[in-house]
């Protein structure tokens, strides 16, 4: 199983709306897909149409050992979902003194049914939650805006990486970074992805997810963009996305 | 001293560029203003033109006491900065186990010297730098994307306010809930926007500060607005909003 941790600490980067998406792409593309929601806010959880605040079991009782992580899982149209809550928001400190902290999500992802991609959403920060995603994952994809400040967090994002691929998962590669909210018209969104394209080459999808409100939208009503205005930019480019990260396996 | 808080643990919601353009700003209108730089992205710093990397007494240092937090500030053209830099990634582990560990900040605020508005800068998170600013503050002032996901986010913003404002900071008031990057031909920012004012009343500032690509631009050049581009609608908003943070002591 492909694990895809989506993830960039510089918060609204796009890492729910890029989860939530080629997670609906891959399905689309005959691909059988898990949806994990590491993230607090419960966004991706929430973007299914799934409420949160009503939620039995969560991505909290599967870490924590509450409850077998099998028994988390909801399914949603084509797609199974470990859902978050705010529960998770105490995760950091309840286990910070955990043996094996940074373990808890691959053990508990050992105990799912076998999927063809695992697709991990993660909280806005480097912290216990992210670093779980981080050893469970084989690999991950950055989404990023195309602005100054978001540039800035990159290289201590790939410092981390970095550190996690020596310490706790050998295996972790980088599949590609992705520009979201692009609007090629700004000179500003032009400067920054080529400058992503200078400093990581390959590393850089092709595809940039152009500014589409559609995306905004879709979350609104439940729906990945596919189900919500499959004639949409959005669509498009996502799935431009989900065939570019099929092919770099 | 008004100590203002900017936060929401939405990420991309405009905090940091709230901060600047609001100390800025109100130092235009006369005002002496502190800003403390509380993510550990160091986005405020950089975003002042100071390369985090190269500190050396950060607000890390005045929060765990090792240093005197008058050591830490800088200063940088009319305002005063206690600068973040990555260490500060560490403070939420390294001060959880410390006694009063949500009063640090405030101990530390009252070693500095008198301004009239202090703002402090926070990460996308509700965890320990974040309650360190909540019970340093006299009052928040919340920066919002009118997007659905961030609408989500609100209401647990609002009881965490509340929860501290009960058990650590009876004083806390919540001045007010701005737009960020807010653009009137939409229809999803103009319904998200009219549904703050609908819930939110009074604490819904008139001023939206609208999408424009100089504010996005400025912390590149280590500017804010007003001094990077003085006739652009980032310029005007956020001086107008300035204006009603003035009188809504
Ligand atoms: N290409 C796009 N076009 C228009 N809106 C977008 C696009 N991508 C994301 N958005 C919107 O931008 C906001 C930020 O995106 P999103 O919430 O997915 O980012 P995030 O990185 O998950 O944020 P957080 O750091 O809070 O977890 C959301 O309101 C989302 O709907
Ligand atoms: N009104 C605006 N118009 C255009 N761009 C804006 C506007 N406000 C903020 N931005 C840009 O949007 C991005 C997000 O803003 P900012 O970094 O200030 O949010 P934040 O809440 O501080 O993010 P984080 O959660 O990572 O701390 C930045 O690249 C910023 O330059
Ligand atoms: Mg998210
Ligand atoms: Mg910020």
Redesign the interface.
Known sequence: MRIIAVLN?????GK?TTALNVGAGLARLGRSVLLADLDP?A?LT??LGVPAHSLGLTVHDALTGATRPAACLLQVRDLLLLPAS?VL?GA??DL?AAPGREFLLRKALEDLPGRDVAILDC?????LLTLNALTAASEIVVPL?A???AL??LS?LLETVDAVRRRLNPGLAVTGIVCTRFNRR?R?NREVAGKIRSYFGDLAFETHIREN?AL??S??FGQDIFTYRPGSSGARDYLALCREIDRRQ
Request: glycine share 12%.
């Open positions: 600490q510089k918060g609204g980067a729910t806010q966004h929430c973007a705010l928001s950091e400190l910070a909280p806005p920060s480097l912290g805006q602005e100054f400040l800035q967090s201590t700004l500003l409100v905004a939208e979350p609104g």
